[in-house]
């Protein structure tokens, strides 16, 4: 089991990288309901086989036992649940590198006697090169170990219904 402030150094780092790498899609502002038309991507699905999968009635969700976590983030519950994957995060040195810096600087924090919240924004911000080193972590990774990642988004992350906007494109 991972300790607290590790789950929630990863799932900062992972939502900072998701947000950033998803927004720098071509066309992916261009209307708030997802990916643009006009970039030749359709937002209709390749339901039959394969990687087009999306939702399926019959999915039996897995839970953390935190029903908000679980609704909110549910690809963290399913990551957590998902030993092969967890390790593979868990071992890779950039991404750790970057979870001690952070949690260092959560335990900067805690003990910290500033009386304005903003003194502590920028410790706190990430960084388009925080991005960058977790985006690229992430890409050999996933490069290095596609069957894991790829067994984890197309047996939970699609089946669930909760990634439907994503469904047009590869894992």
């Excluded at 999968?53 to 399913?78: M, P």
């Excluded at 894991?148 to 939970?156: C, E, G, M, T």
Aim: charged share 20%.
């Amino acid at each position: 089991m991972t300790s607290p402030y590790r789950k929630i150094a990863l799932c900062l780092a992972l939502l900072s990288t998701l947000s950033t790498a998803i927004l720098a899609q071509p066309g992916m502002l261009d209307y708030p309901g997802g990916p643009s038309l006009k970039a030749g991507r359709s937002t209709a699905a390749k339901i039959p086989g394969g990687p087009g999968n999306g939702y399926r009635r019959d999915y039996q969700f897995v839970h953390s036992g935190n029903l908000v976590s679980d609704k909110n983030f549910y690809w963290l519950t399913v990551i957590d649940q998902t030993p092969a994957v967890l390790s593979l995060l868990v071992a890779d040195q950039r991404l750790k590198a970057i979870h001690d810096r952070r949690l260092a600087t959560l335990k900067c924090h805690v003990s910290d006697s500033c009386t304005w919240a903003s003194s502590l924004v920028s410790d706190f911000r990430y960084t388009p090169e925080d991005s960058l080193q977790i985006a690229t972590a992430l890409q050999t990774l996933y490069r290095n170990n596609r069957a894991p990642f790829d067994a984890l988004v197309d047996r939970h992350l699609r089946p669930s219904g909760y990634y439907e906007r994503f469904i047009a494109d590869s894992n």
